[in-house]
Structures are given as C-alpha cells and as structure tokens.
C-alpha cells in the first residue's frame, strides 16, 4: 500500500504533466515531491512560501484566469487560517478549485494543536456547494483527485496517513453499502471503516462506507435503515454530519450516536493511532460506544 | 460587433457625465471621499488604458480591472454605465433588495465586474494569480488592481507584493489611491515598500489624467509596477 499523501503529489504532478490547464499551487509543505514537476513546469507549478492566505486567492485567481487550480498546504493552515479566502475567492467569486489539505485530525499528532485539524471538515461543511472527500485508502486519494480535477466544480480532498486494507470507487453523492443487517446503521467515514467493519463484526447491522461524505448519500441511508438506529463514525469534529441524518430522517422516529474527535484539547503528543484511542475511534472504542448505544437491542453481540 | 448590437449598444458618455451618473446613486450632487477618491483612476482605466470593454467582456485575452477596494463603488458603476457595461436605469434603486448593484460589487451581478470585493485584502491575491494564470496560458493581457491605502494595511497584501516581486509578474500593476485614510499612516511610505520588494513604482497626482495615463500603461520587463496615485487627504 502506497502512503496516501505521497500518491496525492504523484497524481498532482501527473495531472500537470496531462493537462494544460492545470495549475499546482502549494505553500513549502509537501515540496519534497513537487521538484521534478516544478522545474519542467515552472509556470504551473508554484510554492508561495509560506504565505497561506496568499495561496488560496492565488488558486483562486487562477481560476479567474480560466485554470484549474490545485491547491494543497497542510488542512490546518489551508482550511483553517485562509478561511475568509475559501469562501471568498472561490465560492463568491463563483469559480471553482481543488483544495487539498494534508494532515488531517492527527497524523501529525507529535506536533500538538497548532498541527491538528479536526475541525477541517465542518469548516467546509459551512460553504455550499463543495464536494468533500474523506478518502479513506491511497487509491481512492487519487481516484478523488482526478475525478475533482477534471470537473469544474469546487472540490476539497482530506488527505490522511491512516488507510483501511481495501479500496472503494469514488462516487460523489453515492455511500457503498457493504453490510445489510436487521438491526442499526454504522456509516463509517473514510480511514475510520477498518475500525468500524472491527468493531461490528458478528452484530447484525448495516455498515455503509462513505469516502466522499457532501453530498450526503441520504437516499442509501433510508434505503437500508432496518431499524430507526443510525452511528455515524467521523475521522474529524463529532457530529459534522448529525444535521445530515435528521434532514434524512425528519419523519423518521429516531435514534443517532454521532462519534468523532471530541472539540476539547486534550493537549497530547505521541502517535496518529494514541490519538484514534482517545477519541474512541479505534475498534475497542467503537465497540464500546456500541455497546452502551443498542444495550438491550436485539442486535447486540450474536452468539 | 453586428450592426444590431452596434444599435442596442448605450450611447458612450464622457468624464462630464460622471457626476451626474454618481448624483443617480446619491440622490444629491455630495459625493462621499471614498467614492469619489477613486473616479479619475477608474476613468483614465476605462477610457485609456484598459483593452476591454461590454463587447469583450468575456474575452480571454482582455485585460482584467479588479477593483479590490470594494468599499464605496459608485465611481466605479458610474465609470461602468459611462462605458457601457451596466444601463443607467440601474442606478436609482442601487443596494436594493432587486439591484444587481450593492454597496460592494458582485462579479456574478455586474457585467464587466470582474471580481466580487468588500472585504479588504483580497483583491491584489486573486490578482497576483490572474496574473499567474494569464501568463501560464501564453496570454500578453495585464492585471490592474486598484487597492486603498488604508486597505494595506491588511497583511494579505504584504504577502502578494513579495511573491510577485519575486516572480517578476510584469502583466501586474497595482494602483494606491492613498488619500492618506490609514489610521497608522507615514505619508510617502508606501512606494518604497513595494521598490524594496523589487516593482517598479510610480508617483503621481491621481488627478492628473495625463500623469496617471503614462504610469499605468508603463510596463517594465521583468518587474510588476505600482503606482500611487495620490489624492486629497480623506480627513483633511
């Protein structure tokens, strides 16, 4: 398996070599990949330095100027510290872009806070009309990068180090359905699924995976809802999608456990996998939350 | 351009009609600083300098104007009825609910409004892409983004005038309309923070037509320019 971020700089740099109209613009971070690329393209093909506020707008006037821009710096300064120019320089100038931030929730977890960005997602989740992928193996990095490329829309790619063991089609607005059962529904989100199909196994529910989680697949959720029980698991914020599953099921008596990285600062070094633990998203984690969710359901442990 | 839109095209008009186009917005003949601080630049831009107008508003190889410095638009919907962008009928009802014009101008509402702005700090960025972007796809037209001197003081912009000094982006050309607004103001400071970062820069009187017109055509090899066009002090 091929780490996902260094798959993303590959497939960028293919995409510039492909296509004239592409245009790579990234602030110092992930530099170590994009030389080759840089020299032969040097006007597509551009590092601002560290100037984040700068990078967003300048894919955003790459647009204006008729280019599909890839943007990419590490989730926490792309999304988080240049957010006015995100909603701003593409969404109100009507323009479109590919944002791709790195790092996710925890893969940098020995650098603290200041590299942590869980909150990437429901940032995001603010704007309209921005397709989110939450990509979840490198195949499906590349396969969302492509896709996002070759429309014209607005696109933002989470890039993450924690992969699941298989791969999945990227299809925009449709969640694959790898388990039907009798009792609740798991949507499991990107990198979170291995935990999730862990944690599950020999109870009888549904799991449905979701690397691209906006749009949000409302139609298979109703479609396979057995019983009126859904669990969300979300490698960012808690809950980013929980206003999603009420849309869905607004005439629908219903119970929803919505997990994710809890919103305090648990001020913790360490490893990406640590930090998985101590926000229950690892499979002990999941089960646990389970466990207490459907207590006295007929869908608990079998056997 | 066919004979038909030649026939549909709005009677051009002069400088002498500004006021009176500004007056359809302000209801009176007062005009506030901040509107008025920018009309000669925005008028030399359009009748002088700009390679763009209504019939080639979608044209790759136009020239871009991005006003940056969104605040206090009605010069600029003045100058865009006076070419021919925008009918004068729009005027009147400006920043109602149904107006396509509001206090800060909306690219997705206005022809020929290439960027939607309000928020200060933007502008000269997204330029320094256009610029970026015109210059990848082997086009000659230029980006000319008009910003306020108070509007400097935004951070963002500081980042834009080092990179394209560093990139040499000579399809760029920021104007300063200073008229000394900035809270934190060192009159004649602001050229020499873009020479230092390696433009070519120009100070003229932003009254003076003809002194504007020579700076903002200059286009200097391998360097982006900037001229500050200096008016009446806002607090005087």
């Given at each position: ?303 | ?17 500004l006021p009176r186009l500004m007056s359809l917005m302000t209801g009176d003949e007062k005009h506030s600083a901040a509107a008025t601080s920018t009309l000669d630049v925005l008028w030399v831009l359009y009748d002088r300098v700009l390679r763009v107008g209504p019939g080639s508003a979608d044209d790759p190889a136009r020239d871009r104007f991005y006003l940056s410095k969104g605040h206090g638009p009605m010069a600029y919907y003045a100058v865009l009825t006076a070419k021919g962008f925008i009918p004068e009928a729009w005027l009147p009802r400006w920043a109602s609910y149904d107006s ?137």
């Amino acid at each position: 398996m091929s780490d996902p971020r260094q798959r993303f700089a590959q497939t960028a740099a293919d995409l510039v070599e492909e296509d004239l109209s592409v245009a790579l613009v990234y602030a110092e971070i992930s530099g170590q990949y994009f030389g080759d690329v840089e020299s032969r393209h040097p006007d597509r093909v551009v590092n601002v330095g560290i100037r984040e506020q700068l990078l967003v707008n300048v894919g955003a006037g790459l647009a204006l100027a008729g280019m599909r821009p890839i943007v990419h710096t590490f989730g926490s300064f792309l999304v988080e510290r240049a957010f006015e120019q995100i909603k701003l320089g593409f969404g109100h100038q009507d323009v479109g872009g590919v944002l791709v931030g790195s790092g996710g929730s925890f893969d940098i977890a020995s650098g603290g806070r200041t590299h942590q960005a869980p909150g990437d997602v429901p940032l995001m989740d603010t704007l309209p009309g921005w397709t989110l992928h939450v990509p979840g193996h490198a195949d499906e990095v590349e396969d969302s990068l492509r896709l996002a490329v070759a429309g014209d829309g607005r696109e933002y790619v989470r890039v993450v180090s924690q992969q699941n063991a298989q791969a999945f089609p990227v299809r925009p607005g449709r969640f694959h359905v790898l388990r039907r059962g009798s009792g609740a529904t798991v949507v499991a989100v990107g990198p979170t699924l291995d935990a999730v199909l862990e944690a599950t196994r020999g109870r009888d529910v549904s799991v449905l995976y979701a690397n691209v989680v906006r749009p949000f697949d409302s139609r298979t959720l109703r479609a396979v809802l057995a019983s009126p029980e859904v669990v969300l698991v979300e490698p960012y914020l808690a809950g980013t999608s929980s206003r999603l599953v009420a849309d869905a099921l607004s005439d629908v008596p219903h119970r929803l456990l919505a997990l994710g990285v809890r919103s305090e600062e648990i001020r913790r070094y360490g490893t990406a996998r640590q930090h998985v633990a101590a926000h229950g998203l690892d499979a002990a984690g999941i089960r646990r939350s389970l466990d207490a969710f459907l207590v006295g359901r007929g869908d608990g442990i079998a056997s | 351009m066919t004979l038909l839109t030649a026939l549909e095209a709005p009677p051009e008009r002069s400088y002498d009609d500004l006021p009176r186009l500004m007056s359809l917005m302000t209801g009176d003949e007062k005009h506030s600083a901040a509107a008025t601080s920018t009309l000669d630049v925005l008028w030399v831009l359009y009748d002088r300098v700009l390679r763009v107008g209504p019939g080639s508003a979608d044209d790759p190889a136009r020239d871009r104007f991005y006003l940056s410095k969104g605040h206090g638009p009605m010069a600029y919907y003045a100058v865009l009825t006076a070419k021919g962008f925008i009918p004068e009928a729009w005027l009147p009802r400006w920043a109602s609910y149904d107006s396509p014009l509001g206090h800060h101008p909306d690219r997705v509402l206005v022809p020929g409004v290439e960027i939607s702005s309000g928020s200060l700090g933007h502008g000269f960025p997204l330029a320094v892409g256009t610029a970026l972007g015109l210059r990848a796809q082997g086009l000659t037209s230029r980006v000319v983004v008009l910003v306020g001197d108070a509007e400097l003081d935004e951070g963002s912009n500081h980042e834009a005038v080092e990179l394209a000094g560093a990139l040499g982006l000579d399809n760029l050309t920021v104007v300063v309309v200073d008229n000394g607004s900035s809270t934190h103001n060192r009159p004649g400071a602001i050229a020499g923070r873009f020479v230092h970062e390696g433009w070519h820069a120009a100070v003229v009187d932003g009254r003076d037509h003809t002194a504007l017109e020579r700076a903002l055509t200059a286009r200097i090899e391998g360097r982006p320019t900037v001229v500050v066009a200096e008016v009446e002090e806002k607090w005087a």
